[in-house]
Structure formats: C-alpha cells, structure tokens
C-alpha cells in the first residue's frame, strides 16, 4: 500500500546524501502524528525493491548503519555505490550522518 510512497520519496534524496529508514517514514506521518509506516516497515519494503531507479542504497539505520542485508548485494555493495557519490564514513559500516544526512 505505501510501497510506491516510499518509493517516490527515496527517489527524491540527492546523490551525495542519506536519509534514515526513521526520516522516511517520518514523512508518512498523519496528522495526528502517528505514523502511517514504521520505519522497520520501510527497511522491509526497500529491502523488496527490484528496481535500480529506486536508490535505496542511499537509506540507512538510525546510527548511520549500512544494511547488511542490502538487496543489491550487501553492505560493500551499498557502501561502493554510496562513496561513488561522495558519501563520507567514519568506519567500515557507518555513514557520517552529521555530515551527509538530508
């Protein structure tokens, strides 16, 4: 149901930058505040994407934390295509959020 939202928004963060599975679902919220999606829900559905014009290499956990299970091969896959577009990190598998986070 909400897999086309999730998509659409994905597609909108810009190449260099991250968003959090909490960010993207944040912007699914009613207007009572609750969410519409969890952000465990929009990990699921990214995790199901088929798709290369979907770059849900550029979601990442809470903490900055590539997705070890990320559907295009796994976290180095995620991590390759991320420094490509000049995502910076502070370990092996964390983003620099304070710097690369929309």
């Not at 465990?40 to 990214?46: A, D, M, Y």
């Not at 995620?78 to 092996?92: A, W």
Request: contains cysteine.
């Amino acid at each position: 149901m909400y897999k086309d939202l999730v998509y659409q928004l994905v597609r909108q963060i810009p190449k260099g930058r991250v968003a959090t599975y909490g960010q993207v679902a944040n912007k699914l919220k009613m207007e009572n505040g609750k969410w519409k999606i969890s952000p465990r829900s929009v990990g699921f559905i990214l995790h199901q994407n088929k798709s290369a014009g979907v770059p849900c290499h550029r979601v990442v956990d809470r903490n900055g934390r590539l997705a070890p299970n990320f559907a295009f091969d796994g976290a180095r896959e995620q991590k390759r295509r991320l420094e490509q577009e000049g995502v910076r990190f502070v370990d092996e598998m964390h983003v620099d959020l304070a710097r690369d986070s929309v």
